[in-house]
């Protein structure tokens, strides 16, 4: 085998809860994960010299600065491959915006030089691995479209009873980045009393956020029953207030969206990306127009689950 092409996509956070923060200075967390049709195209090609090469449409992901170049040098010393790839990563998920794209990108080549290197590891095998490079690697090795996430999300598990279920989302994205050690210290901040974390970044003194006492199996039981307007309804991030006080030009987006939508609007993981989600694709499409006036400098995504 001398090339692979694969795609690797984006998720969006159903649901995310902040339980508590760890001795390790990492957070245990409770999510679902859904995986959408967005994607970032990856090629590897077998070369014959003994190195990683790294080539994008992003600039800043050039050479050893991507999560891609990271996952190709920790399966080749891990395992001791004499073996060069050239990899090409066409980037098209946003940023720094809560879809996991990075995650993805690494997932998919520690998948992908598994077959290209025909190294027969287990999925067990790549699920280990990929936890050595970040909390969301591991839901893109499991297979499965909604997938529940705990500790720090990378303890992973497929959603039972909703093979074959299909939603559609317009995600909104705009040209905010939000990195998630941000996030986090934002949460550590407000919750935590940790000042230092966040330390530059005022938040407003009277700011008052609860979080809700249910957790991620409301989601699931919406999913199961097949449940849009429940899921729309329990649909929780513990990131979104902090992040729209934050960042005051996202939060007037939101605003803009929802009075047009008349839905409820949600943030996916520590990001920058808004979503609405739907139960067909016609309920999608006849508000994506009415979005793009109100969010003329926002990325929009017409997408479904994968």
Known sequence: MKQIDVLAPAKINLFL????????????????????????????????????????????????????????CLIKEKFKIN?????????NIPMAAGL????????????????????????????????????????????????????????VSRIKGVDG???WHILIAPKIKVSTPFAYSLFDRHYLGVRKACAGFDLPKKMKLTM???GANIITRSLFNRDVSLLNYYSYNTFESLILRQFPKLAKIKKAIEEKARDFIHLSGSGSTL??????????????????KVAPDCRLFLVHTL
């Open 17 to 72: 809860k902040i339980l508590n923060r760890r001795s390790d200075g990492f957070h245990n967390i409770e999510t679902v994960f859904e995986k959408v049709s967005l994607s970032d195209r990856i090629i590897f090609k077998n070369i014959p010299q003994n190195k990683v090469v790294v080539d994008s449409n992003i600039k800043s992901l050039c050479g050893k600065n991507s999560s891609v170049y990271k996952a190709a």
């Open 83 to 91: 073996k060069g790839v050239s990899i090409y990563l066409d980037k």
């Open 100 to 155: 996991g794209g990075g995650s993805s990108d690494a997932a998919s080549t520690l998948k992908a030089l598994n077959g290209l290197w025909k190294m027969g590891l287990s999925d067990e095998s790549l699920l280990n691995l990929s936890r050595n490079i970040g909390s969301d690697d591991p839901l893109f090795i499991l297979k499965g479209s909604f997938i529940l996430g705990k500790g720090k999300g990378d303890k």
């Open 165 to 167: 279920l299909k939603l």
């Open 212 to 214: 809700p006492p249910y």
């Open 275 to 292: 979503f609405i989600t739907f139960s067909n694709r016609k309920g999608a499409e006849g508000l994506l127009e009415k979005i793009g």
